[in-house]
């Protein structure tokens, strides 16, 4: 295996933290491949460090051009999803703190302070070389990293939830929603639950966030109404007469729901949980978004 390759999980992990995005963590790394190869190799004494510093610089300057772009995006923007399954092995370095809700919050922060708050926290790389990768003084870096953490701890105060009953809770939802029991999906809600949907313009999806349990209860079941699947149905490029079937993934190490039809993955869903109760529903419906992703076994039709 060659140096580049051995690293490649990893600098597909650094860059996809940064970005939020499979695609352009995907390009970069390529880019940062291209770059490699014209090195003296024998000249490098640290490749993973120099590779890491070279993956980094140039995602920042993606999430810069990233940024400006998604200031035009159609209603909502989330992160793409992404298998972390213990298979998925050229993603196995993405297992741990990836989900959505954090990604989500990541998305506020400065190119910067994002870069930093990702080689800090989640790798663990030491201020001095994070201060390089950024070309600012360490002193000035240390103060990034903290102003990134207040951030993120302000907007996703960290609760700890079973795995286990994660996955009970989600497939009580998948039931609930199906049946068409808003009752029970109103009583698994925290009071100020949210849901956000991307559909980025390419697929039916709420233009603003939906707030209320109320309102984002008559959301889910309006989705499974005859005339709006089938409006969905064809927004997503599936023929009326094709069939939708749901299966459970993990997907940013969290159990999900994705919805597949015709061979492919059409929409996914993710819950955060709070206290026992649902505080967030994440629906990403942008084909762009998940086309890289295999369906998941059905489980319902």
Not at 120 to 140: G, K, M
Not at 171 to 198: P, Q, S, Y
Not at 257 to 281: H, N, Y
Request: aromatic share 6%; glycine share 6%; proline share 4%.
């Amino acid at each position: 295996m060659s140096t580049f390759e051995e690293h490649r999980s990893l600098l597909v992990a650094v860059a996809y933290r940064i970005l939020g995005s499979v695609a352009d963590a995907e390009d970069v790394v390529q880019e940062a491949w291209l770059r490699w190869s014209g090195v003296d190799e024998a000249g490098v004494g640290d490749a993973k460090a120099y590779l890491i510093r070279v993956t980094s610089r140039l995602a920042i300057d993606r999430l810069r051009w990233a940024k400006s772009r998604r200031e035009s995006y159609v209603g909502p923007w989330l992160p793409e999803p992404i298998s972390t399954a213990p298979d998925a092995a050229e993603h196995a370095e993405l297992a741990e703190s990836v989900e959505l809700a954090l990604l989500v919050v990541l998305e506020t922060l400065s190119p910067l302070e994002r870069a930093v708050f990702v080689l800090r926290e989640a790798f663990d790389l030491p201020f001095a070389e994070i201060a390089e990768i950024i070309a600012r003084s360490e002193p000035a870096t240390r103060q990034l990293a903290r102003r990134a953490r207040e951030h993120v701890r302000e907007k996703r105060p960290r609760f700890d939830v079973d795995r286990e009953q994660r996955r009970r809770m989600t497939e009580r939802f998948v039931n609930a929603a199906a049946e068409g029991d808003l009752d029970t999906l109103i009583a698994m809600f925290a009071d100020e639950i949210t849901m956000v949907t991307d559909g980025g313009g390419k697929a039916r999806a709420a233009l603003r966030i939906i707030r209320g349990t109320e309102n984002v209860g008559r959301f889910l079941l309006s989705i499974g109404r005859p005339a709006n699947l089938a409006r969905f149905m064809r927004s997503v490029g599936l023929a009326r007469e094709e069939s939708i079937s749901l299966g459970m993934a993990v997907l940013n190490n969290a159990p999900s729901i994705m919805i597949s039809g015709a061979g492919r993955v059409v929409s996914v869903m993710s819950l955060e949980v709070r206290d026992g109760k649902i505080s967030t529903v994440y629906l990403i419906a942008n084909p762009d978004k998940i086309a890289h992703l295999e369906p998941a076994a059905s489980e319902a039709g």
